[in-house]
């Protein structure tokens, strides 16, 4: 059966996909262990370059398909490679998540691997968490591991510059500045259209007096860490500062986040806020509320931070995480006459800017920064600009995900600002505990799903807290986008057992209908 699997995908833009994302990790001259080879669609790619290959695969099948495709300089039927064979690299491609002992496979092929491993995997089947879990019970050399979960994010990425080419896309590398409203200059090139769509993006800020260096590094120095700080502070509780906080955590650093407002991820509903802190404190979490930071001093060994109030905290790394702002400096906007606010490129409703023809979107356009809604905005603008009328989206109904452990989701009005909106009389709420769950028994999570409702009106806003709420994020968009009453909701049924069902419960229970709750 996966034979047949592998051939149907033999010629899709997946091999393509596979190839880049290995061919980045892996050193070309290596010689290279394919465990778990399959039809040979990585052996082709890795022998095509000049790679030296040994394909091993635990199905006859597999491998006689495998020997028919690659000019692979070994193929041995088997579950693993036999001692005393040696190689350079490695690459695990699928074949994790239909191991009856993954981590098995993983830290044996790892420990004999003097260099790099590659390792891809379906996207929900094994997390950075289940690896943290692996690293904690095993002693897996975590640097290695690493580079596989960055492999399996770039796996994900659509194509990129290299897709855009394949769709008939002209792409020009380079420093751009507009110099006009339809004209883009690249170095000594020029480039004009009709229509001009500035998407630059935004740059991790810091505070006044706090020099980004050294010990003191942003979110994009952290991604490139070649090791696991064993003590950082964290200055920022949001989503940025929380997520980094809970994977670094997960790998055994000590972690201290310092934020100024009264909760850590401020911009949730309360409720869900208070939980989260409950939650990163029984991780062994620690966190400075409603206190600011004055200053850093660093050395060699370490940073020391010092707080308004007096306190100070040592720690290996700073991070600094106190938002990001639009990178739109120096790049010509104002000197053709857009109007900047802030460093915001000021649009209207429809993403156009104050010059006629010229458009904006993303970090640069004030609003939430997600990527979701960067790239809905670009779909936005070019339907748009071929006269399709496409529908606005306002910023509140674009659900949010914090990918931390636990997950926090939302979309629409926080209990508080539904009451500042209808009136405090005017809403109910009601707050469904993921206990009463099965699926969540079944993956030991805990947390809430919380629905807001206008009395006698629609669902206007969902929180959620647990593992893999973010996955649940879909249905709640459209109750709050599409204006839906519970009493729409409730009699649709919701699979058992699956987290999907708590939704279910909170619109019976705002229905009056509740099934488990009160």
Request: charged fraction near 20%; glycine fraction near 12%.
């Amino acid at each position: 059966m996966y034979a047949r699997v592998y051939d149907a995908i033999w010629d899709s833009p997946i091999s393509d996909r596979l190839a880049a994302a290995v061919c980045s990790v892996l050193e070309p001259t290596a010689r290279t262990l394919d465990m778990g080879c399959g039809t040979g669609l990585v052996a082709r790619l890795l022998t095509s370059r000049g790679t030296a290959v040994i394909a091993v695969d635990p199905s006859n099948a597999m491998i006689d398909r495998c020997r028919g495709r690659s000019a692979a300089d070994l193929y041995l039927v088997a579950a693993e490679p036999p001692e005393g064979l040696v190689w350079e690299s490695a690459a695990l491609i699928n074949v994790l998540h239909v191991c009856d002992d993954a981590w098995a496979l993983l830290s044996s092929t790892v420990s004999r691997t003097p260099g790099r491993v590659a390792v891809i995997w379906p996207h929900d089947a094994v997390s950075l968490f289940d690896l943290a879990r692996w690293e904690r019970s095993g002693g897996l050399g975590w640097l290695r591991v690493l580079r596989c979960a960055v492999l399996r994010l770039a796996i994900g990425v659509p194509g990129g510059i290299l897709g855009a080419r394949r769709r008939g896309i002209t792409t020009i590398e380079g420093e751009g500045r507009l110099i006009s409203p339809t004209t883009v200059q690249v170095g000594d090139d020029t480039v004009t259209g009709k229509n001009v769509v500035l998407a630059t993006g935004s740059y991790s800020r810091s505070l006044p007096g706090l020099e980004i260096g050294g010990r003191v590094i942003t979110s994009e120095q952290a991604l490139e860490l070649d090791f696991i700080p064993k003590k950082v502070a964290v200055l920022g509780g949001g989503v940025i500062g929380v997520e980094f906080s809970s994977v670094w955590r997960s790998w055994g650093s000590e972690v201290t986040i310092i934020e100024a407002l009264p909760h850590l991820v401020p911009n949730e509903d309360e409720a869900i806020s208070k939980q989260f802190e409950r939650a990163f404190r029984k991780r062994g979490i620690d966190f400075k509320l409603g206190v600011r930071f004055q200053g850093v001093t660093q050395n060699d060994q370490g940073v020391v931070v010092t707080l308004e109030n007096g306190e100070t905290i040592e720690a290996e790394l700073l991070l600094v995480a106190v938002g990001r702002g639009p990178l739109t400096a120096g790049l010509g906007y104002e000197e053709v006459g857009i109007t900047i606010d802030r460093g915001f490129v000021i649009t209207n409703e429809r993403l156009a800017t104050n010059i006629p023809g010229v458009y904006a979107v993303g970090d640069i356009v004030p609003g939430l920064q997600l990527a979701h809604r960067g790239f809905q905005h670009g779909i936005f603008v070019a339907e748009e600009i071929a006269g399709l009328n496409p529908i606005v989206i306002d910023d509140l109904n674009i659900p949010k995900v914090t990918y931390s452990d636990p997950e926090v989701a939302s979309v629409g009005l926080s209990e508080a600002k539904a009451a500042e909106k209808y009136g405090a009389d005017k809403i109910t709420s009601y707050d469904y505990n993921l206990a009463g769950n099965g699926k969540s028994h079944i993956i030991g999570t805990s947390g809430s799903v919380k629905v807001v409702r206008v009395n006698e009106g629609p669902v206007v806003g969902v929180h959620m807290i647990g593992a893999r709420v973010g996955e649940l994020i879909g249905e709640a968009q459209l109750a709050v986008n599409w204006e839906a009453y519970p009493e729409d909701i409730a009699p649709l049924l919701h699979a058992h057992p699956t987290q999907n069902e708590a939704l279910g419960e909170a619109f019976l229970a705002l229905a009056g209908k509740p099934l488990h709750g009160i």
